[in-house]
């Protein structure tokens, strides 16, 4: 059995009517949370403990969470 089926399906692009464009929501890339000094890797951001490695906790003012999982660490304030 042979199927030859002529895959031309192309998604359509929806047309957004009547939206405003909203500012766009960038999230960090990952090689930003890394900084090599002269063959050294440092770390400027925290790892997840629950996640562990390779998932970053994202810094807020007083707080620090994890978007995989929902761990929250609060910062200890002076
Ligand atoms: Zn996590």
């Not at 059995?1 to 766009?24: H, L, V, Y």
């Amino acid at each position: 059995m042979s199927s030859t089926a002529t895959a031309t399906e192309a998604p359509a692009p929806k047309a957004s009517s009547g939206r405003k464009p909203r500012k766009k929501r960038v999230s960090t890339p990952i090689y930003k949370f890394f900084q090599v000094k002269s063959g050294a890797v440092t770390r400027s951001r925290k790892e997840c403990p629950r996640c562990g490695r390779g998932v970053y906790l994202a810094e807020h003012k007083d707080r620090l969470t994890c978007g995989k999982c929902g761990y929250t660490s609060y910062r200890k304030t002076k």
